[in-house]
């Protein structure tokens, strides 16, 4: 555990040395060199070892994560040519390394999974936060992070679905359903934001909240014919544990908790169209936990919304002008992070389903063996 804590305490160290470069004309900058200020490169040092250090320790565990051993098989099936459940990107993805490598190179694999997720993270947090600092420091003690270490093709899609903000943000609709496409192939889950994610750029009108209505009690009385859909794009789920409902009370607290801030400043983000995004994303996500909490794995369809939430706190706390609030409310932030941090490493990270404690490295440990190989 203490890699993970000292991890999380440098990395966020770091990001609070990120600041927004103040544009040339608008302020005299300290220190200007080949026509870059002293604070842009600082950024980019500090972003540069952030990256460095979380793609480090992701890449170099060794049978880290709940779904590690398993990934491991289901490589080893690929390479075989058997059947696997995974998405084509993955399959092509790990057929293509295994064949270059010459032999089953499984931790390449996850450090090029290690790589991507980190990657689009961290560009979409810096393209599309108001604070930087703040929006890592979320992204880091809600475990976003640490929960890539357990999921990986789900997390990979995660950062595609954040980068995909930025498409949105810019109105490149081409780009952001190439960006969604291409996620999809290495996790199809994806796919549920080509209609969620325009869902909340539209002007909201009071029919679709009666139409949103009827949707939510038909969740109610038609749970076996959805269930039912939702095994014609899960078939693997038949007869498994995943068709297990189960909504996270923790969710929705913090769908609440984001919503009543919102609210409660609604007058500084009702003119940013990218804040009134995230805040119907947030609804819809509140909708979803409370109504479909018979779906299975319903948090994986919330992530994709909840995520803005490190975008939409930053924001609010940037606009807040009483210097004291301000204050306050990044306090509150900080320490409701935190215990939420401190609770998932305590209870959740060492538990089956995330599996991310004890961390081993293959520099140190040798692989545990694998299914196929105790078969054979």
Known sequence: MWIYLLLTLVTIGLAFNVRKVIPEGEGKYVFVYNMRSRQHVLNIISMVSIFIMLFAVSALR????????????????IYANAYVPTEVGFNILVWAIYFLSGYENYILVFAIFS???????????????????????????????FQSLSTVRYYLALGAALLAFSYIKKGDWPRFVFIVLLGACFHKS??????????????WKRWMGLATGIVCLSFLFLQDYYLKLLLIVYPSYQDTDMLEGGTSLISIARC???LAFAFLYRDKIKDDRMNIIYVKCNTLAL??????????????????????????????????ED??????????????CLLYFLIFMWKQAPADGVR????NTFLLNDMVPLEYQILD
């Open 356 to 359: 991310i404690l004890p961390y």
């Open 190 to 203: 994806l796919l549920v934001i080509l209609f969620l994610y325009p869902a909340c750029c539209i002007k």
């Open 256 to 258: 609440i908790a984001v």
């Open 115 to 145: 790589f991507v997720t980190v990657l689009l993270f961290m560009y979409a947090m810096n393209d599309l936060s108001q604070s930087f600092r703040w929006s890592f420091l979320m992204f880091m003690l809600l475990s976003y992070y």
């Open 62 to 77: 060794l049978n880290v994560g709940n779904d590690y051993a398993k990934y491991t098989n289901f490589m080893h099936l």
């Open 323 to 336: 210097e004291t609030k301000k204050k306050i409310f990044k306090l509150a932030v900080l320490i409701a």
């Open 287 to 320: 909708i979803l936990y409370v109504f479909c909490s018979f779906i299975p794995v319903i948090s994986r369809i919330g992530y994709y919304l909840t995520v803005t939430q490190i975008l939409l706190v930053p924001s609010i706390l940037e606009r807040i």
